[in-house]
């Protein structure tokens, strides 16, 4: 896990419940008590150094049920970036892969990665058309980033969404202004249809609500702001590829590379190379 000089600032329990201590130390136990006569002939000791540098080095998710890997930002960034290492050979010769295809290779990392959030990723890249088309590795792959990193954030904009489109004020929105409620009625009266999107000023601010009290990770409001101050209408999956393009929001999350640098792994080239 990074270095972060403000863990100084913070009280034990802030600590332990930040940098998710306790989690790692249960699971630690759990695999110690579950593979008994694997690790203990190794020393008890060694075992737990090992597990916790996979853990800091991002080795710790490899093989592991989705389950564990969702279990922890530090989990799912090291995910991204496994899978990011393993396959980045697919984008460097130019292929492109189906869906299916790509559900296959996250299932090589974890078993049961389930279908359906890679189905979600493929909406994002196809702007919610056909699932079934060819996408190419950089598309996906900093698609399914938003989707897996931000989950429950996109689960929660998603419902504000369709309540915008509906013309229903989203509960999310703490105070609204005189002036949203008064965008909003106007929108209720349009019925703009799915491609056209709702009115991004008012969207804005229900995700910035939305913010003030959400318990889990979500991108950057300066990022999120940026995007719609850009529009003043916007779709769903819009959205979505807006925030995947985002250089600001990847480097927040810090799991993959920019764009530019995506297919470049001189240390992997290098035992390519050797072998």
């Known amino acids: ?47 737990f150094a090992e597990y916790f540098t996979s853990v800091k080095n991002g080795n710790h998710v490899l093989f592991r049920e989705f389950s564990y890997i969702k279990a922890t930002p530090h989990n799912r960034e090291s995910f991204i970036h496994i899978f990011w290492k393993c396959f980045r050979q697919i984008g460097k010769n130019g292929d492109l892969l189906a869906m299916s295809e790509y559900s ?25 058309d056909a699932t079934d088309c060819l996408m190419s590795f950089s598309d996906f792959i900093y698609s399914f980033q938003i989707q897996f990193f931000y989950e429950e954030f996109v689960e929660s904009i998603s419902a504000i969404y369709q309540d915008l489109l509906s013309g ?25 249809d799915v491609q056209e999107g709702v009115d991004a000023t008012i969207f804005c601010e229900c995700i910035e609500g939305l913010c003030e009290r959400f318990k889990h990770k979500y991108p950057s ?55």
């Open 1 to 47: 896990m990074k270095m972060n000089t403000e863990r100084f600032n913070l009280t034990v329990d802030e600590y332990l419940a930040e940098t998710n201590v306790l989690f790692y130390l249960n699971d630690a136990v759990t695999q110690l008590l579950e593979h008994k006569e694997e690790y203990t002939q190794f020393g008890v000791v060694r075992y």
């Open 104 to 128: 296959s290779l996250l299932q090589l990392l974890c078993p049961d990665f389930p279908a359906e959030m890679v189905q979600n990723t493929a909406r994002i890249v196809l702007i919610d």
């Open 168 to 192: 229903k004020n989203p509960n999310t929105v703490i105070v609204p202004t005189s002036t949203s409620v008064e965008q909003l009625s106007s929108s209720a009266n349009d019925k703009p």
């Open 221 to 275: 409001t300066v990022a999120i702001k940026e995007i719609l101050d850009n529009t003043q209408r916007v779709s769903f999956y819009g959205f979505l590829m807006a925030l995947a393009k985002h250089e600001g929001i990847n480097q927040d999350i810090g799991a993959l590379p920019n764009k530019p640098d995506l297919l470049i792994d001189p240390e992997m080239d290098q035992e390519l190379e050797r072998l």
